[in-house]
Nanobody
Framework: VQLVESGGGLVQPGGSLRLSCAASGFHFSRFAMRWFRQAPGKERALVAGIPSVGARREYVASVKSRFSISRDNIKNMLYLQMNDLKPEDTAVYYC?????????WGQGTQVTVSS
């Protein structure tokens, strides 16, 4: 099982980034997917979620209308489009695959929002 995040980096406030999470080694299309983030000195927290199928999306209030989660079950990819980034979005971003009691984490990608 492998989840590999990419797309992080340094961006100015108001900028955009698109994070990707490449999945392998499991039936990606059967798993719900989540993006979490962990800022320095804080606990890891949920950012966005998407079910295995269907149109429902969930977002933490602080990113709603700025972030968009999506997935491609053919390419086994998860995405997080982040717009209008703010300094408080600075964190390591992780993807997580969930199926019942199973949960797999990626290694994370750093996002830094600073002028």
């Amino acid at each position: 099982v492998q989840l590999v995040e990419s797309g992080g980096g340094l961006v100015q406030p108001g900028g955009s980034l698109r994070l990707s999470c490449a999945a392998s080694g499991f039936h990606f299309s059967r798993f719900a997917m989540r993006w979490f983030r962990q800022a320095p000195g804080k606990e890891r927290a949920l950012v966005a979620g998407i079910p295995s199928v269907g149109a429902r999306r969930e977002y933490v209030a602080s990113v709603k209308s700025r972030f968009s989660i999506s997935r491609d079950n053919i390419k086994n990819m998860l995405y997080l489009q982040m717009n209008d980034l703010k300094p408080e979005d600075t964190a390591v971003y992780y993807c997580k695959a969930i199926y019942g009691s199973l949960g797999y984490w990626g290694q994370g990608t750093q996002v830094t929002v600073s002028s």
